[in-house]
């Protein structure tokens, strides 16, 4: 296994462990400064974003997309972080802005609903992050999307379970709030769920995290939006 993708696999395992066996929300959304968060920081650091990129924002569903590799040609980085909730990117957002990003796609909220954080909170956070954009970086076009659905037939995540309708309800707010903004809301939700709402069965291995297959379509879903001639 080459060493770059043994590390991430640890960040994903650490992220999960965090996801599944914390026994305090309180004392995680407060201290988002995980291992995984830290070293990804430290990256970051070493591998600054330059002005004018395609920035996806968002946590371990985001940091597994080979972001790059699926849309050749454009100058795409990664800013996922395993296991980080609205809390920890919006005190990394000063990054984004800094480096006024041609567009900025960002999904998050799965990780708060885990930590039964309030809907206003998480609102509350992503409008910050919104407005910090804007104010900072007004050519940026931004893209807000929405939490994926889950599956908890595959019984790996119970801080997850019995919170489909939850998924839903912070999927509206995001749209309201998107529409308040004046900015997109990709709504990737109907395309993943099954008929009952789960995420679909072969689209993940543990009922969060995507296969290869669901990133393939998530892409095809949102390339004319990334590849479009930017405004």
Known sequence: ???????????????????????????????????????????????????????????????????????PG?????????????????????????????????MAGINDISLARDEKTIVDNYRQIIQ??????????????????VNNDFARYSRL?????????LNRKLKALADAENIPFINLFPYFADASGKLIASYTGDGLHLTPEAYALWTNIIRSKVVQETK
Not at 77 to 90: F, Q
Not at 161 to 168: A, N, P, V
């Open 74 to 106: 454009s100058d795409v980085v990664n800013r996922g972080i395993s296991g980080d909730n609205t809390e920890g990117m919006l005190a990394r957002i000063d990054e984004i802005v800094q480096s006024q990003p041609a567009k900025f796609f960002i």
């Open 161 to 169: 379970k019995g919170k489909e309708e939850r998924i839903l309800s």
């Open 1 to 71: 296994m080459k060493i770059k993708e043994f590390f991430f696999l640890l960040s994903i395992a650490l992220g999960s462990i965090l996801l599944a066996q914390c026994s305090s929300s309180k004392t995680i959304v407060e201290d988002f400064h995980t291992e995984t968060y830290n070293t990804r920081m430290a990256y970051f650091g070493e591998h600054p974003l330059q002005k004018g990129q395609i920035v996806f924002f968002g946590n371990s569903i985001t940091q597994a997309g080979e972001w790059e590799s699926y849309f």
């Open 132 to 149: 910090a954009v804007k104010n900072d970086s007004p050519q940026t076009e931004i893209y807000i999307q929405s939490v994926l659905p």
